[in-house]
């Protein structure tokens, strides 16, 4: 496997793709992405600068992670709303 295939495979490589790369999203890596709460977290933040839905069940299972979303979330819809 070559490029894009092989890095949606990862979480970390797919994010790090996404942000560093692409300067947007990457619907192939977004699978992957959503497996991991850190991952899942960053990816709403840094890329999508927005809800990851996709991801919002990992994120759930981790405290630390659910509370950042959580504030990123309410932080974007207070600046939307403005």
């Given at each position: 496997?070559?490029?894009?295939e092989a890095?949606?495979?990862d979480?970390?490589?797919?994010?790090y793709?996404?942000?560093d790369?692409?300067?947007g999203p990457?619907?192939?890596?977004?699978?992957?992405i959503?497996?991991?709460?850190?991952?899942?977290?960053?990816?709403?933040?840094?890329?999508l600068?927005?809800?990851?839905?996709?991801?919002?069940?990992?994120i759930?299972?981790?405290?630390g992670?659910?509370?950042?979303?959580n504030?990123?979330?309410k932080h974007?819809?207070?600046?939307n709303?403005?």
């Amino acid at each position: 496997e070559l490029g894009e295939e092989a890095i949606s495979k990862d979480a970390n490589y797919s994010y790090y793709y996404a942000r560093d790369i692409l300067k947007g999203p990457f619907e192939l890596g977004e699978e992957a992405i959503s497996k991991h709460a850190n991952c899942s977290c960053y990816y709403a933040k840094d890329v999508l600068e927005g809800p990851f839905k996709l991801g919002e069940e990992a994120i759930s299972k981790h405290a630390g992670y659910s509370y950042r979303y959580n504030n990123l979330i309410k932080h974007l819809q207070k600046t939307n709303a403005k």
